[in-house]
């Protein structure tokens, strides 16, 4: 009677080599999940960190652009209205 039992453990064993084969895999695939996560994180840091920093630089120069602009403006209007005025007072 004991004789078929035994081609059962083999087959028994046989499984619980696949299933502890199995969750090994399984445990190794979380890991390398869990590596690529985090490296996929500390990139998308890093692209945001960069990003900021384009941000601030492009932030200063219109800054710089707009106080150029302001500057311009009022010479240009002041020297244009000075004219004006010249021209007023040489009609009168």
Known sequence: MPLPLIPAAFLLAG??????????????????AKDLGEEAEARHRDAVQRL??????LQQ??????AQRDGIL????????????QLRQNAK
């Open 15 to 32: 499984l619980m080599g696949y299933g502890a084969k199995k969750a090994y895999d399984g445990i190794d695939s979380m890991k390398d």
């Open 52 to 57: 900021d920093g384009a941000r601030e630089v």
């Open 61 to 66: 120069q219109l800054d710089a652009l707009s």
């Open 74 to 85: 009022t010479t240009t209007f002041r020297r244009l209205f000075d004219f004006l005025e």
